[in-house]
């Protein structure tokens, strides 16, 4: 094996991947399983889950899927438990279940806002609750966070989204600091427009129906957003992630990661 092999590999490891039956999820556990870890998915969608987790076994890695709904407690925790108990504790938990919503700050229901708080930070935050649990035990990790692009440019209709990306971004940092001198690395992903189920939204017309010419208008202008033309692909971001979970970023802590064409170039 040579050093750039090792240094990539993750055999002998285990990760937890929410949001895993689908998009970035799907992606993530997809190649940590590849680069040899064992795998414990997790998502709402426990069936698309335990699909994703069949394809890996057949391909000759280890996995299993769990169905867990982020914002609830104890189904992370029994998701992160799992995988800590099979294979003897956690070394990467990937935090990647999250919703869009799309509307006007000034109009937006209570009750939606309740809904993305819900998935998108409190979800995050048990993760990382129950994945700083594990890792203290076994003595390290890396935990990886899914924010959004959506925390450097604000832009109108994405606000409660965009906040509790922010929020995430904040309570990684945050994290980062409290539990670096447990051995466990904190890092946050701010994936640029990722064509996933996620993004097919965009294909819907007002009345529900499917516009694809809505979406090719909505892929095209983010195409031109990009100085390198291009919209993202799951594996775009599933490319980073295992980067994150690897020894070669064993000098990186609480930074926010970019795959997003260029689109948005903070300092
Ligand atoms: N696709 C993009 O352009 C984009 C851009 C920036 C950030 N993101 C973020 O990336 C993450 C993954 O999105 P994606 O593009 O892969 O979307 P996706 O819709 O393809 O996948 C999201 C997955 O999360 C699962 N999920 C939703 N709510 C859940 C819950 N309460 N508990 C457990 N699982 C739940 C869904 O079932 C689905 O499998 C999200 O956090 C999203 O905010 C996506």
Redesign the pocket.
Known sequence: MTEIERVFDLSGRSAVV??A?????RAAAEVLAAAGARVGL????GE?AEAVACGIREAGGEAFARA????VRSEVDALVAQAAEEWNGLDVMCN?????SDGPLAELEEAEVDRVIA??LK?TLFGCQAAVKAMRASGGGSIIN?????IDLPTPNYGLYALT?AAVTQLSQTLAVEVGGDGIRVNVLA????L????ERHMLAEDGSVDRARYDAFVSGMEGRSPIGRVGE?IDQAWLILYLASEASRFCTGQVWRANGGTTMPR
């Open positions: 929410t949001g039956a689908s998009g970035i999820g997790g998502d709402i969608d698309g867990a709904d982020i914002q990647v279940a999250g919703v869009a998935i998108n979800g899914v924010a959004s692009g959506a990306k994936p640029g427009v990722t996933t189920r996620f993004t799951a």
